[in-house]
């Protein structure tokens, strides 16, 4: 099935769209392209601006469309430039079976006939093709206007710098007021209390330490009333530490993505010093939960199956939840060998995804063994980073145990370590050993993620 | 002081500090082992030994099991293998799609017939969960020991008898037991004479209902004293119409007599004169009443007796499709009274009669390959939907073309239609994929997909997991 240039520019929305997608266009920005053996259905997975990529599919006999990406346009530049890339026959679309997330979706799809073209309106816009591929005369830069611009960003971030000491000077007198009117009182009120402090680092451009102030009310509830107290010193404990460090280096990339905002995906892929990592990876888990800040991170979390580099890698993503329920970006369980770039860290673990290969047949590697000492592996994280709140492990063989009032505990297969688990684990979890468990620790919970077990892989929610 | 020293004496120095936090007073006097590291100033100070007790309780203290750990056996393994790891995903997404435990159930039956089970992480059955096949037995009961609070493990491959009774969990015992049955039919009712007694009543009523297989004259006995001494009215009525398949009912008592006052035996034809069985139609809803609590309560060859004919004169002169509620009661009546013989007549008259519905009715006391038998036939003659063809043919059907019949011209026609929209037919199709054999399977797809539908479409999931599954269970 063939469509022509002629139905992208007539789907697209305006002139903007039409371009975005010219530049989306390129096979660089793709992988795992392909398409049904009928070639009714096209898929591909593009590189956007995130962590994650969007998964982009369409339906050649109506041109219905769908695309994972936040995009509040219909269609999206993606799924414009998916369309693109199949008109002009950019890249091959090899046939293969449907994959899963084109399945859910055409089962979800309701409406129009599907045996039936849908006809497009033309809209009145006039959108220009031509004009959407024209490179745009990259005009030469005179010295004077870019030494302006610099010295204009070097002022605006010695502002955004005081504006942060200044936030942080009040979150620590906040922390000092809790202590000063009792610890009780903060565990009782701690949504609103969080809420006012929140706002004002929000004002005073700490947005990242802000939204993490917003989820401390959460996470703090999740312990037992008789461990609040305790839970409550470690998480203000953390914020003093994250203030001082930031106060003692405030220029620090990893310092500054804790406490401000977060270095742009252009940056880190021109970060030379940023570490690259082109191995073998696995798909753990994919985390998405909604804050209280209106935004919804969604975190996939990735294992490194070769021998050496950093042994976790995780995606992090944020979009509004106004953007409604997105599609998963990755199956868990899956397998692929592609390239990530760290965000620059003492401890790599952010990541970007930059290439993704073809899958292959052959990535049958077992899961590493765990690189550390146990102990140390709970620990070693918190003396680079005090500060930090997830933990991910790779736990040696173990199995889970139930105490009397049901909660589910991890111990290791040497009975040396014993750790309380968040959910309540139910059938194959709690009914087999366990050979490998990755899991994040949160100082006081492990949440699994997935498992080797003598039956096979197992995620936490299978 | 040592380290070891500092590190006891800060954390016992912990429980102060708390307490002095929670209550709003200043903790850094009872941290004097830190005097240098917080310095002078009071505020300071108190900050200062926030971030230190934080990263200590942090790290030093961590949650204990306040009781002794409890670790659950082992899943065991069952003696179907699970299904090839390439198909889980399939299955997964049709047991995610089917949200009610009877779509769940037609899986699982599907499989189990094929040879296969579930992947534990995809579907395990609950304890209680008695439509589960009996190759589940060890996962049900290893639910029911999960559930539990202190129960082991018993695991005994013996032979079920009286004396290793209480070995057993209690669906393992149930199989064990209905294998007895097929084996020894005596020794299966001699165990059960031996044990029902110390049971629950709907236990009893579940393994009452085994001796239905290869039910004979030696079983008598037993079953009379059900009847006569059982507490529970619903195992009673159970033993009574066991009996009654026997040929051993009740007598023509008053209420079957009565119950025949509705029905009158007339012949027709005035050459090959032929009796056939007319339904008077009650005049008023309170004998519409009492026509159907007299056939609720009525059994096959009272019924018969009364009206002055044998059973299968009955059944081979009733007027169907003229009174369907009627008919279903005498179905029903049949099922639970009626001998093997009289279910195969009726079974046979229902497909005669054009009346196919009615054998999913009876479907419950054919035998597996007779039940698929008649639903391809009812489907093939009588052009019944698929659904109804499944839930007639139940888990043994295997058919080879299946969108031959008028059903399947009716589906291709349906989806090939003007209006037809991406989620019609789900249901028809998803029964299409539970009765085609593999081979039929295959060519449905070929079929579906040349009349338009995608490779990829959902709807085509259980015909494409039928196609790529290898069929290893026993062909009826």
Known sequence: MAIDLKAVEQLATDQSSLKAAASLAKPAKWSGVGGSADGALIWGECAGSGANPYRVMADLRDLGNKCTCPSRKFPCKHVLGLLWLNAEAIVPFAPADTPAWVSDWLGRRRGTSAARPANVAPSGDAKDLRAARALEAEAAEDPKDAARREAQAAKRNEETERAILDALDALEQWIGDQLRLGLAGFIDDATARCRRIAARLVDGKAAVLAGRIDELPSRLLALEAGDRPRGAVVELGKLVLLARAFRATPRDAEIRRAVATSETRETVLADPQALRVDTQWEVLAEQVQTRRDGLVSQTTWLLNLAAAGPRFAMLLDFFPASAGRRGSVFTPGVRFRGELVFYPSQQPLRALLVRRDAAEETLTLEWPAPDEVFSDALTRPLLAEPWTIDIPLLLPQGRFARDDAGHAWWRSGDGTATLPVASNAEGLLCGTDLTRTAAIWSGNRLTILAAQTPWGRIGSHD | ?476
């Not at chain 2, 009174?323 to 049949?334: C, G």
């Open chain 2, 1 to 476: 002081m040592t380290d070891a020293l500092i590190a006891d004496a800060i954390y016992d120095a912990m429980g102060t500090v708390l307490t002095r936090w929670t209550m709003g007073s200043a903790a850094a006097p009872a941290a004097s082992f830190w005097r240098a590291e917080l310095g002078e100033d009071p505020a300071e100070a108190e900050l200062r030994l926030l971030a230190l007790s934080g990263q200590f309780l942090g790290i030093a203290v961590t949650a204990e099991p306040a009781s002794t750990l409890r670790i659950l056996p082992d899943i065991p393994t069952l003696a179907l293998p699970t299904l090839p790891e390439a198909l889980r995903p399939l299955a997964r997404r049709i047991l995610t799609a089917k949200k009610l435990a009877q779509g769940k159930t037609e899986l699982v039956d599907f499989l189990a017939a094929r040879g296969w089970t579930t992947h534990p992480a995809d579907w395990m059955p609950e304890g209680g969960d008695d439509d589960a096949p009996d190759v589940y037995a060890p996962w049900r009961d290893w639910a029911d020991i999960a559930a539990s609070n202190n129960a082991a493990w018993q695991q005994t491959n013996d032979h079920i008898n009286a004396g290793n009774w209480d070995d057993f969990w209690p669906a393992a015992r149930k199989v064990a037991l209905a294998e007895l049955r097929r084996r020894d039919p005596s020794a299966a009712r001699a165990v059960l004479e031996a044990k029902l007694g110390h049971e629950g009543a709907d236990t009893r009523l579940r393994l009452l209902s085994l001796l239905s297989e290869r039910l004979s004259d030696d079983d008598i006995a037993f079953l009379e004293a059900i009847v006569a001494d059982d507490r529970a009215p619903k195992v009673k009525a159970l033993a009574a119409s066991l009996l009654a398949r026997l040929g051993h009912g009740a007598g023509i008592g008053e209420d079957a007599a009565e119950l025949a006052g509705f029905f009158s035996v007339k012949t027709k034809g005035i050459l090959r004169r032929s009796r056939v069985i007319e339904a008077e139609r009650p005049k008023t809803p309170a004998q519409w009443q009492c026509r159907k609590a007299l056939l609720d309560g009525a059994g096959l060859a009272s019924f018969a007796g009364a009206l002055g004919i044998t059973p299968q004169e009955l059944i081979a002169a009733w007027d169907w499709n003229v009174d369907p509620a009627a008919d279903t009661a005498l179905i029903n009546l049949i099922v639970a009274t009626g001998t093997d013989a009289q279910v195969a007549d009726a079974a046979k008259a229902i497909g005669e009669h054009d009346a196919t519905g009615l054998i999913v009715a009876l479907a419950p006391r054919l035998a597996p390959a007779e039940r698929a038998r008649q639903a391809e036939a009812a489907m093939n003659a009588h052009g019944i939907r698929f659904e109804l063809t499944q839930a007639m043919a139940g888990p043994a059907a295997r058919l080879n073309d299946p969108l031959a019949a008028p059903a399947g011209k009716a589906l291709l026609a349906a989806l090939r239609s003007d209006d037809a929209k991406p989620s019609d037919q789900v249901a028809e199709l998803h029964a299409l994929g539970l009765i085609a054999s593999r081979e039929g399977a295959r060519r449905s797809l070929e079929r579906l997909t040349a009349a338009g539908l995608l490779q990829g479409d959902p709807r085509l999931d259980m015909l494409r997991l039928n196609a790529a599954l290898d069929d290893k269970g026993a062909k009826p």
